[in-house]
């Protein structure tokens, strides 16, 4: 069951992060088409900003399901340091629940706002208004079920918990020994650091 929820998951956010591309892509272009038929042509028009910003609004709430997905909002990564590992999926929890809280909230004010504009039209467009209210509760619903898979790879083990931190890279065997050798006090400080240079120099 677990299984066949996150496998609908990835089809949904998927789906998404489509949608998102293809409206960014409709924003820009009618983006630009604006400014050439203002500043180029001198006639304006009068359709292509509004269906740009709807365009654009699109964007930001259907690609917010990936980000949720992946891991991608800000995170305090102090936090997780300062709780134990076998703790952090309390955390984890309880980031889900107030993000699920938000949520909810868009879904349903959104959908409120949505049949209460229902009515209005969109200047310069015979449609109505609310199909560019429509996607504040269609892109949190998205991100809900996001929200909800990725707390459930983490509680399964499937995916690891926490922020992805980049490890430093190991030191190489010959600066390992020099420090060492400085510590030990057989070598004077950044004395074996530059015989490590002049055996680099003699056989590159």
């Known amino acids: 069951m677990l299984?066949?929820?996150?496998?609908v998951e990835r089809q949904t956010t998927r789906l998404a992060l489509l949608g998102a591309v293809l409206m960014l892509i409709v924003s820009v272009t009618l983006g630009f088409y604006q400014v050439m038929t203002r500043f180029v042509f001198d006639a304006p028009s009068t359709?292509?900003?509004?269906?740009?910003?709807?365009?654009?609004?699109?964007?930001?709430?259907?690609?917010?399901?990936?980000?949720?997905?992946?891991?991608f909002m800000m995170s305090v990564e102090v936090i997780y340091k300062l709780v134990p590992g076998r703790r952090l999926i309390w955390l984890e929890l309880f980031i889900a629940a107030c993000c699920a809280v938000v949520l909810i909230?868009?879904?349903?004010?959104?959908t409120a706002m949505m049949l209460r504009v229902k009515t209005q039209m969109l200047s310069g467009l015979e449609v109505s208004i609310a199909w560019a209210y429509?996607?504040?509760?269609?892109?949190?619903s998205f991100a809900l079920i996001a929200v909800?898979?990725?707390?459930?790879a983490q509680a399964t083990g499937q995916?690891?918990?926490?922020?992805d931190v980049e490890e430093a890279p190991p030191e190489s065997p010959a600066v390992a020994s020099n420090d060492m050798?400085?510590?030990a006090g057989d070598t004077p400080p950044g004395a074996a650091a530059l015989s490590t240079l002049d055996d680099r120099s003699e056989h590159p």
């Open 159 to 163: 995916e690891t918990i926490g922020p």
């Open 47 to 71: 359709w292509s900003e509004v269906i740009s910003r709807s365009a654009m609004i699109w964007c930001v709430f259907l690609g917010a399901a990936a980000g949720f997905r992946g891991g």
């Open 181 to 183: 050798a400085e510590r």
């Open 134 to 140: 429509a996607a504040m509760p269609v892109g949190a």
């Open 3 to 7: 299984q066949l929820f996150l496998s």
């Open 105 to 110: 909230v868009l879904i349903t004010y959104g």
């Open 148 to 152: 909800v898979a990725r707390l459930l």
